[in-house]
């Protein structure tokens, strides 16, 4: 049984099924970050599927502050800010009111692209409304207990008179720096203290203030625990970092437990999205943006990149050619598997949960054409694509074939554009010799000659059987294929590496490739 699935059977209660997710918006998202939503995404589809009352909601932790300027904002322009809370951080552009929702409205802007649409909240409105004043009081009048936690699950010493607040500084704006260390029922005392924080220094003022309606927050741990039981949570999942033993929600487990006597959501940890083996950051910049990956990627095909891999199981992204060919290769094998009855429903689900609407459970088919071809075909000089396409498709496309080619074609574009390196692109020299043809050995001379041969006798131009030819070539010869293959980039592209060399020569017309072959020689 897929994993969504089981989740949703386990799921026992009669009540609404209340499924969480949150963001700090401290940046550009991540594409990282957009396996939790997905996840999240369908888990509720699973729910409602298996006909169970289930709602959706996706917080934005807001009042967090800004403990980094990312690097690709003006560093002089922001740095002041460092400590604030991000709603109270300017926008960075005059498109939003401030910076958490500048960041959070590109973020959601991909949630639609992708179909998920959960009830969004921000915590700046929870904490002015005065939704979280009775959990602020709460909290401070346990704070022994929340010490308590800390030190047995994280072995994290908390002073004694350590409470769990951090109130906005009324001289600098802060919220970072500010540590509370008394409270008598109405107001906190609270120093914004120099030494507080590694990033940013506190002012050093001290004072009496109210608690409530917006004036602080709670640390993020305890303010986890809060929005728990604020929104009625049922189920969260978590990111591995925050779901290691003795981490932050093993953490939060045990503060709902001693402090609210409550259990606390059903929770199972997820791996990270790793770009070449590196955790993506969002302030750092590590990686590419949500939304940079959403202009590339057509919505199934990304939401398939989150689903294809269990939740347990790390994705190693990079939009490199390899990764990318791969993703939609491997999308329209399942495709293609999906019309026959004996595929299993768990490996059936991935697909099924990447489609933009799951009620029906139904996939809409269609004829694949492989995009590392039309990569290979766009760069081809005054190629006609689409009659390339037409003269290469096994049977007549239908509308909604065309579509989802042109959808690729406009994929195969961009990522030409913008991700491919220059050994991935295919530099074709058409009116002269490149001049690393100079390079090519007496050896791969040989070979030349002897493809040149065969080149003239077959008669099934096609890439396939050129590529058979192309290595029942190098052993007529006794040549190593790199050293064929490299002869070949040599002659036509005036580099050591290329695209698939059957396929290449089949774009080309066969008697300028005779013709090459000869002018080398």
Known sequence: MFWADKIA??????????????????????????????????????????????????????????????????????????????????????NAPDYAKFFMGEFLEVFNYLGIQPEIYYLRDKYRSGAMNQYIDTFLKNAHLVREAYKQVSKSDRPSDWLPFHPICENCGKIAPTVTTDYNGKEVFYTCKPNATSYVKGCGHSGWVSPFDGHGKLPWKVEWVAKWDLVGVNIEMAGKDHSQKGGSRDVANSICRKVLQKEPPFHSPYEFILVNGTKMSSSKGVGSSAKEIAALLPPELLRFLMLRTPPKTVINFSPNYETITR???????????????????????????????????????????????????????????????????????????????????????????????????????????????????????????????????????????????????????????????????????????????????????????????????
């Not at 922001?78 to 109270?88: E, I, Q, V």
């Not at 999308?331 to 999906?338: E, H």
């Not at 913008?418 to 050896?443: G, N």
């Not at 007529?476 to 036509?492: D, T």
């Open 9 to 94: 059977l386990d799921t026992e209660t009669t009540q609404t099924i209340i499924v969480n997710d949150s963001k700090t918006p401290s940046g550009r998202v991540h594409v990282g970050s957009l396996r939790g939503v997905v996840i999240h995404d369908v888990i509720y589809r699973a729910l409602k599927h298996a006909n169970k009352n289930v709602k959706f909601i996706y917080g934005v932790d807001d009042y967090d502050a800004l403990d980094t300027v990312p690097h690709y904002l003006d560093q002089e322009k922001f740095a002041p800010y460092l400590g604030f809370p991000l709603c109270n951080v300017p926008s960075p552009e005059d």
């Open 327 to 521: 993703l939609f290769r491997d999308y329209d094998t399942l495709i293609t598997k999906s019309e026959t009855p004996d595929l299993e429903e768990k490996d059936k689900a991935p697909l099924i949960y990447s489609q933009l609407e799951t009620e029906s459970n139904q996939i809409s088919t269609y004829q694949a054409f492989d995009i590392s071809t039309l990569i290979s075909l766009l760069q081809v000089p005054h190629l006609d694509i689409e009659a390339e396409i037409i003269k290469r498709s096994p049977k007549t496309l239908t509308e909604f074939d065309w579509q989802i080619v042109r959808q690729r074609i406009n994929v195969a574009q961009k990522w030409l554009q913008d991700y491919a390196d220059e050994e991935e692109k295919l530099v074709l020299y058409l009116d002269r010799i490149p001049d690393r043809a100079q390079e090519i050995t007496e050896p791969q001379k040989i070979y030349f000659r002897k493809l040149i041969q065969n080149l003239e006798a077959i008669t099934d131009w096609e890439g396939e059987s050129l590529q058979n030819l192309i290595f029942a070539t190098t052993k007529q010869v006794e040549i190593s294929q790199k050293e064929a293959f490299q002869a070949i980039y040599f002659a036509f592209l005036g580099k050591e590496k290329g695209p698939k060399a059957g396929s290449l020569f089949s774009y080309l017309d066969k008697s300028f490739v005779l013709k090459r072959l000869n002018e080398v020689l």
